[in-house]
T-cell receptor, first 111, second 116 residues
Framework: SQQGEEDPQALSIQEGENATMNCSYK?????LQWYRQNSGRGLVHLILIRSNEREKHSGRLRVTLDTSKKSSSLLITASRAADTASYFC???????????FGTGTSLTVIP | DTEVTQTPKHLVMGMTNKKSLKCEQH?????MYWYKQKAKKPPELMFV???????INESVPSRFSPECPNSSLLNLHLHALQPEDSALYLC???????????????FGNGTRLTVT
């Protein structure tokens, strides 16, 4: 499978704590994106990082990319109950014709 | 609320029925996608339309038939489905086909399909 692998599969934290989730992938990529999915809803794009970038910030989100290790991490700082959702990384390969989603991390933020 | 609208939100159909899922976007996006998502799994790509032409079919069974009547609309026609086809069907669009740019996907909220 060309899917990325995410870990942990599930994460439960207290409100105000930071949440970190990791994504590993297999092929060379053009860019990597992170999406959030609330239960029973569609996915929402959070942030995109290009292959020539190492770190990117957006509000409480921080994404890093290490192309040598084929891995990325998403950090959510000062988590809120509303951050409870599933988070997916998605890779756009340099070649091929797929848009690959990782296996996902289910985040629960306890108020 | 999303800018990609999918109807219906829920659909229950028998294995002999014919039904259609609809998707609409008015963002001027030129690429549209159908994904299938099972519970606690990532979305799986089914079809990609690029400039209203089918560009990718991920070996989807012929009981699923996509149609793109114009750049704003995408349909998925369903016929003789199996119970294992029950899933959340997601439509997405992007400004340009992802191979040509760094366009993120915009998703609808999906149609929850149950095949009995």
């Amino acid at each position: 499978s060309q899917q990325g692998e995410e870990d942990p599969q599930a994460l439960s934290i207290q409100e105000g704590e930071n949440a970190t989730m990791n994504c590993s992938y297999k092929t060379s990529i053009n860019n990597l994106q992170w999406y959030r999915q609330n239960s029973g809803r569609g996915l929402v794009h959070l942030i995109l990082i290009r292959s020539n970038e190492r770190e990117k910030h957006s509000g409480r989100l921080r994404v890093t990319l290490d192309t040598s290790k084929k891995s990325s991490s998403l950090l959510i700082t000062a988590s809120r109950a509303a951050d409870t959702a599933s988070y997916f990384c998605a890779t756009v390969p340099n070649t091929g014709n797929q848009f690959y989603f990782g296996t996902g991390t289910s985040l629960t933020v306890i108020p | 609320d999303t800018e990609v609208t999918q109807t219906p939100k829920h659909l229950v159909m028998g294995m002999t029925n014919k039904k259609s899922l609809k998707c609409e976007q008015h963002m001027g996006h030129r690429a549209m996608y159908w994904y299938k998502q099972k519970a606690k799994k990532p979305p799986e790509l089914m079809f990609v339309y690029s400039y209203e032409k089918l560009s990718i079919n991920e070996s989807v069974p012929s009981r699923f038939s996509p149609e793109c009547p114009n750049s704003s609309l995408l349909n998925l026609h369903l016929h003789a489905l199996q119970p294992e086809d029950s899933a959340l069907y997601l439509c997405a669009s992007s400004q340009a086909p992802w191979r040509m740019s760094n366009s993120p996907l915009h998703f609808g909220n999906g149609t929850r399909l149950t095949v009995t």
